[in-house]
Antibody, heavy 120, light 103 residues
Framework: QVQLLESGGGVVQPGKSLRLSCEASGLAFTSSAMHWVRQAPGKGLEWMAIISSTGSTTFYGDSVEGRFTISRDNAKNTLYLQLNSLRLEDTGVYYC??????????????WGQGTVVTVS | DIQLTQSPAFLSASVGDRVTITCRASQGINSFLVWYQQEPGKAPKLLSSSFQGGVPSRFSGSGSGTEFTLTISSLQPEDFAVYYCLQLDTLPFTFGQGTKLEI
């Protein structure tokens, strides 16, 4: 069964840190680029970050660059997002998603169910 | 960053209707735009794209450059959801603000 399963969300105080995980199963994780996307309560989708299949290349959205770090462990089929210096506006559902490659034209075709982060 | 403007933000329609949602980019993005459907409490689902199978044929996407459309030819009850466009041309990738399709 193809699946991405996020975990690690919770309630955290402003200024604190949190690490999210996304475990992949049933898909070619080690050859996939991976993304993080978030959604604030009642709001739209916000693209946050991407990492290449090997982990050698990363790119971030403006609102999280310098505070969040995307990484992966291909031996564990797991993607991570380290969230530092959390702000109230970082509250939301965090989704991981896969793509064929890092680059133009590769859609996010498999998504996890999301994990909820509440900064309060 | 490339901005995507979706219209309309809200769309009221009935089962069987044909509807069109538009997404305009602030600069040319070739044909690198895809559409997602999101039902309440669920993850987004990839729709119109040359990479995706299993999407009902009533959904179709078109466009290139700066203007794109998603058309649903005959609305079904399960189609009432929020729709987002996403540009995959230039990092950082960006989403449109969404279109809520309601009865």
């Amino acid at each position: 069964q193809v699946q991405l399963l996020e975990s690690g969300g919770g309630v955290v105080q402003p200024g604190k840190s949190l690490r999210l995980s996304c475990e992949a199963s049933g898909l070619a994780f080690t050859s996939s680029a991976m993304h993080w996307v978030r959604q604030a309560p009642g709001k739209g989708l916000e693209w946050m970050a991407i990492i290449s299949s090997t982990g050698s290349t990363t790119f971030y959205g403006d609102s999280v660059e310098g505070r969040f770090t995307i990484s992966r462990d291909n031996a564990k089929n797991t993607l991570y997002l380290q969230l530092n210096s959390l702000r109230l506006e970082d509250t939301g559902v965090y989704y991981c998603a896969r793509a064929d490659f890092l680059g133009s034209g590769s859609p996010l075709d498999i998504w996890g169910q999301g994990t909820v982060v509440t900064v309060s | 960053d490339i901005q995507l403007t979706q219209s309309p933000a809200f769309l009221s329609a009935s089962v069987g209707d044909r509807v069109t949602i538009t997404c305009r980019a602030s600069q040319g993005i070739n044909s690198f735009l895809v559409w997602y459907q999101q039902e309440p409490g669920k993850a987004p689902k990839l729709l119109s794209s040359s990479f995706q199978g299993g999407v009902p044929s009533r959904f179709s996407g078109s466009g290139s450059g700066t203007e794109f459309t998603l058309t649903i030819s005959s609305l079904q009850p399960e189609d009432f959801a929020v729709y987002y466009c996403l540009q995959l041309d230039t990092l950082p990738f960006t989403f449109g603000q969404g279109t809520k399709l309601e009865i």
